[in-house]
């Protein structure tokens, strides 16, 4: 069973920066890809940014110039989510997604969720 554990959340001044991190945790074999999807309230959950094991990243429109994605060299399968300029319309529950490998096949893990939150 793989297990997702996030830290990083909290409330920020519009303008201001947040640093999300999720760190898989299981006996994973091989990692496809790892993402950062978040959900506002009363919408549906959407991409954020998501780093795939080629390197290859893909962003939202809507964080592309604000969020970085990235992975860290030293403890496998973390990845982190640098957030600045931080505006209202980015509260929402950041959520970390998985997918890869374990010796029983394919997994597609989230996380339990952490609260951004933006005030102007």
């Known amino acids: 069973q793989v297990h997702l554990v996030e830290s990083g959340g909290g409330l920020v001044q519009a303008g201001g920066s947040l640093r999300l991190s999720c760190a898989a945790s299981?006996?994973?074999?091989?990692?496809?890809?790892m993402g950062w999807y978040r959900q506002a309230p009363g919408k549906q959950r959407e991409l954020v940014a998501r780093i795939f094991s080629d390197g290859s990243i893909n962003y939202a429109d809507s964080v592309k110039g604000r969020f970085t994605i990235s992975r860290d060299n030293t403890k496998k399968n973390t990845v982190y989510l640098q957030m600045n300029s931080l505006n209202l319309e980015d509260t929402a529950v950041y959520y970390c997604n998985c997918n890869g490998f374990t010796k029983l096949g394919q997994f597609d893990s989230w996380g339990q969720g952490t609260q951004v939150t933006v005030s102007s």
């Open positions: 299981g006996s994973i074999w091989s990692v496809n890809v």
